[in-house]
């Protein structure tokens, strides 16, 4: 059995959580809505303030599909609840980011600024010159913009330089030396 999707998922107060034909779970919260059409083969049922995940048999995709569809629902209601939020860090001589309302425009060291949009549902703070935080509900689309900002200008190996995230640590290299 699967550990994590027999766990059932509470509901916290404040937040609504339908389940419409083909398995569409719709979470409503104090931060927004959230659908997602999970798969048709789950069983999903609200149970006494609690959503419950079953599988139909015990093949080996409707057992990773189980932990899989309990998790997505579970996020989806964190995220209304308490959002999602990843901060970068960009590192660097001259690298800095600015803010132009739902722009962001990064200075990489490249002959030109790249400039970036937020997408929807999706806000980034910028606190000074050189910290990003992307905040959002969705948990995917918060992991996904982030990493799109940290492609930019990932970080190197030598001296440390790029966007990383706050939480990453860098493997760093020695550099070349002379000979004598």
């Known amino acids: 059995m699967s550990r994590i999707g027999r766990m059932p998922i509470a509901i916290p107060a404040g937040v609504t959580v339908d389940i419409a034909e083909n398995n569409k779970v719709t979470v409503k919260g104090p931060k927004g809505t959230l659908e997602r ?17 079953a599988r139909p ?30 901060v970068l860090e960009i590192n660097g001589v001259g690298y800095r980011g600015q803010k132009q309302g ?12 790249v400039e970036m949009e937020d997408p929807e549902g999706i806000e980034t703070v910028l606190e000074g010159t050189n910290k990003i935080t992307v905040k959002g509900i969705d948990k995917e689309k ?39």
């Open 57 to 86: 048999n015990d093949l080996k995709k409707m057992k990773s599909l189980h932990g899989l569809t309990r998790t997505l629902i579970n996020n989806m209601v964190i995220g209304v609840t308490d959002g999602y939020e990843k």
């Open 102 to 113: 739902k722009k962001l425009v990064l200075s990489l060291g490249y002959s030109h600024p």
């Open 37 to 53: 059409v999970l798969p048709s083969e789950m069983e999903i049922k609200l149970e006494d303030n609690q959503v419950v995940v």
């Open 142 to 180: 918060v992991g996904q913009y982030a990493a799109e900002i940290r492609a930019k200008r990932s970080p190197e190996p030598y001296k440390g330089k790029g966007i990383k995230y706050a939480d990453e640590v860098i493997r760093r290299k020695v550099g070349k030396t002379g000979k004598k």
